[in-house]
């Protein structure tokens, strides 16, 4: 009898990493790949991908699932439905957000998320923090800890009354990252203008939720990003402008790349496929469905972001995907009522379409290359986050997380999707590809029909520091200055990035963490 060399193989793939295309056969051993060739020896279990592509797992870097809201609202995903629903559209790693309340510790959100992805997550994941509230301790003390035990990656607002940072307190965190390190992220809109022009909106009676758009032109994107690269610039640390819609934004973030500058940047499919008239054309609370913010734009910002993800300007695509149910009490009519613009629930469901939508109109619309796709849905985010390559990529050591495609035409309906919600943005458009198959370290989690995962089948990943390449090395004037005004006084995290795949400390399974403390 022939020995079974593998748990699984993969034949006849056409793998495609960020870098290269090329047939193969996959071997996976423990749901790992162990190797990659021609004519690999038998598997226990065997998958013929007849040809076709076969790319790394998505990673969704960011989407919101079971985030706490202020009631009746809700988010209709929960670490279950939401994983599942993922898992369906090829994506097998999930970065959600643990928020610190005002008042509390990064720890005690970590728990609360913790507890509410323990045992329900059907891909693996991780969470990036939200800072509201950057006590001395928090900088001294919790952050700094969080970043040596795999939380890597925190977002600051520059906008929302609850969440809002200045710009002295956003400084502050930067320097928890110029001397730990870390990928900061940062939600880039002008507070005050959105403020002001909504009471002049609303002062007018224009309320419908088209007028959303009218809040938040891309202008105040533009100043955001502008000051949020100053801030990167005035402390040499990287920082990543998340959820970017606009032309004006695409231009501010060119800029900074041109001087050098370690400015990263992420866009969403909304960005690319929908514009501001699906707020609505007139005062209908149909487009109720769309808001989400920033806003969808105009066509012009589509084609810059369409070129700044050909060209390698943006680095990750992710969904923001924040689910709000149409109907009943607890979504887009809150308590059951339409409401003004500026108490529409804010977000948009898509972490199942996110992968498909971009492989169909951008890979088949002759838009990236399938190279490009993986780096912007797998690649890049692994990297940005500290998960390169365990995940993101097929190579031996890394984690046998893969979708195989399938390329065929058919209208999307929200009928085919998993999540929780009952719409999808998208409902109505030809897609021309989807999974055939998602496996998560070896597991069909996917087989084109059913989703075939459990919930608690996705394992918590402990994160290093970002393995992103710099983008530029700075100045010797401006290296002097930050040297003598800022000493480092930091000790380095002793998480390492960019471990070999099968040196990586935590293979596998990451234990999950123990037991959290009970909220207070
Ligand atoms: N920012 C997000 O990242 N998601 C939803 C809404 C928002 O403003
Ligand atoms: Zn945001
Ligand atoms: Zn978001």
Redesign the pocket.
Known sequence: MTARAFDLVIRNAKVTTASDTYAADIGIVDGCIVQIGRQLGPGAREIDAAGRTVTPGGIDA?C?LDQPMAPPVRLADDFFTGTRSAACGGTTTVIPFAAQRKGGTLRAALDDYHRRAGGRACVDYAFHLIITDPTPSVLRDELPELIGQGYTSYKLYMT?DRLKLDDGQILDVLDVARQHGGMPMI?AENADCITWLTQKLEAAGKIAPRFHALSRPALVEREGAHRAIALSELLDVPVLL??ISGAEAVEQIRAARVRGLNIYAETCPQYLLLTALDLGIDDSYHGARCV??PPPRDTDSQHAIWQGLADGLFTVVSS?H?PFNLEGPDGKTPGGQEVAFRHIP??IPGIETRMPLLYSEGVLGGRISANKFVELTATGPARTYGLYPRKGTIAIGSDADLVIWDEREFTLANEHLHHAVDYTPFAGRTLRAWPAMTLLRGATVWDGRDFTGTAGGGAFLRRGLPSIAAIGLRTPARSAWLRDALPRVGAASPVSADPAPDLAPDRAQSPAPPPPAQPA
Do not use: E, K, R, W
Request: proline fraction near 0%.
């Open positions: 960011h919101h929302y939600h998340v959820h989400c913010s923001d924040s804010n977000g």
